[in-house]
């Protein structure tokens, strides 16, 4: 029997030209170095915070375990569910506003003479740092700032309160919208500029509307490039921390509102609060409830999103 199967495997080996035995051979040499890298940076750190998410620590003194505990102080923590239903809104009606007025804009721009030039435009939010975005928002939105002495100029009565806590949540997923804008219209965009113009051509002929014409031509032939836009924003919106934080007037002193938390910021304030001594097994089981969720969130996107690929 294992001559009959050792027959077959030296003939293969015997056929494979001389590139492909190179290219076998070379395979670990090239791949080992970055899979040692991955693992050391990604994998390692995963499963200590695994690890670390079954005890009781402060960072300083001795690892108490916990096991399932800080699980269980999870879910009947209210801070916590507030801090999931702010990160599942910024994904989900934050990913919906970012990705209308993306393809929005990538329609309106597709023939404009200096679309590159509206292109850079529309990406230069995603290159401000967020600290920017606090402050203009504290000038903008300030009882006497630009917003009120607007609303005043149309007859409207003046907010006095347009950063109170109720309102923080909506004026944080705006900004992210408005920040992320750019920069997924213009991977879009790329996308689009690479369907041939036949097509539209074909279709204008045809009688489509520009509804049908986005529907039928624009929207299959960059599904791929939008599907892993939908995978890079889920990734990202479970990491939205800077921007709370800024609006949320978080610092050493005091933390930010707890209705404003996301689950980044949840993992941040447990681990490092002014407030009350440092929860890194906590810190830790949250960030773990944390990559569970995306990991569930883009396997799910990805199946819902799976298409047969169009070859022109």
Not at 97 to 104: E, M
Not at 129 to 145: E, K, T
Not at 178 to 193: C, K, P
Request: contains cysteine; hydrophobic residues 55%.
């Amino acid at each position: 029997m294992t001559a009959t199967l050792s027959v077959p495997i030296r003939t293969r080996h015997a056929r494979m030209d001389p590139l492909e035995r190179q290219q076998r051979r070379l395979f670990w040499p090239f791949v080992g170095p970055a899979l040692a890298f991955y693992v050391i940076l990604f994998l390692a750190p995963i499963g200590y915070a695994a690890y670390t998410s079954l005890y009781k620590w402060d960072g300083m003194g001795t690892m108490q375990w916990r096991g399932l505990g800080n699980y269980e102080i999870l879910l009947n923590d209210p801070a916590f569910h507030t801090s999931v239903l702010n990160t599942l809104k910024i994904m989900v009606i934050g990913g919906a506003a970012t990705f209308v007025i993306s393809f929005a804009l990538t329609m309106a721009l597709r023939e404009m003479r200096g679309r590159m030039f509206a292109r850079s435009v529309l990406f230069f939010p995603n290159l401000v740092n967020a600290l920017v975005f606090g402050i203009a928002a504290g000038f903008i939105f300030a009882p006497q700032g630009p917003v009120n002495q607007l609303l005043r100029l149309f007859g409207v009565e003046a907010v006095p309160k347009w950063l109170s806590v109720d309102n923080l949540p909506a004026l944080i997923i705006a900004t992210i919208v408005w920040t992320a804008t750019g920069y997924y219209t213009t991977i879009i965009m790329a996308a689009v500029d690479q369907i041939p113009k036949y097509l539209y051509e074909a279709a204008e002929l045809e009688g489509a509307n520009a509804w049908q014409r986005f529907r039928h031509v624009t929207l299959p032939l960059s599904w791929d490039v939008v599907t892993v836009c939908a995978v890079l924003w889920t990734v990202s919106s479970v990491k939205v921390f800077e921007i709370v934080m800024l609006f949320g007037g978080g610092s050493i002193v005091a933390n930010a509102p707890v209705q404003t938390w996301t689950t980044a910021m949840y993992v941040y304030l447990s681990a490092f609060s002014a407030s009350s001594v440092p929860k890194f097994g906590l810190a830790a089981a949250a960030a773990m409830v944390s990559l569970v969720m995306v990991g569930v969130f883009v396997v799910v996107l990805r199946r819902i999103m799976r298409r047969d690929r169009v070859i022109l």
